[in-house]
């Protein structure tokens, strides 16, 4: 079974940065593809960045200014470092896997087998 935990959530004061974390397991990480999206209360859910196999990453065209993602392929663990953090960023942050992954990039939350139980973010102004 693919086991995917989120930390690194908590409240934080607009302007301030998180460095969240999503440790993955049950997988042999050969080909992989982990996502983070997010659900605020203002917009459905979203995808933000992704990792996939070779270190390559992608991004959402809304979230890469203030957004980066990076892994640490040892740890078989993905970050997603969030600076200058606005009130609208509060809400629920996931991280999810594609199985039997062979290439590409969707956004599709049906395309994402597996997720984690998310981490909450929350954006004081």
């Known amino acids: 079974q693919v086991q995917l935990v989120e930390s690194g959530g908590g409240s934080v004061q607009a302007g301030g940065s998180l460095n969240l974390s999503c440790a993955v397991s049950g997988t042999d990480y050969d080909a992989h593809c982990v996502a983070w999206f997010r659900q605020t209360s203002e917009k459905e859910r979203e995808g933000i960045a992704a990792v996939y196999t070779g270190g390559g990453t992608y991004y959402a065209d809304s979230m890469k200014a203030r957004f980066a993602v990076s892994e640490d392929a040892a740890k078989r663990t993905i970050y997603l470092q969030m600076n200058n953090l606005r009130y609208e960023d509060t809400g629920m942050y996931y991280c999810?896997?594609?199985?039997?992954?062979?290439?590409?990039?969707?956004?599709?939350?049906?395309?994402?087998?597996?997720w984690g139980q998310g981490t909450q973010v929350t954006v004081t102004s």
């Open positions: 999810a896997n594609r199985d039997h992954y062979l290439g590409g990039i969707t956004w599709r939350e049906a395309a994402y087998t597996n």
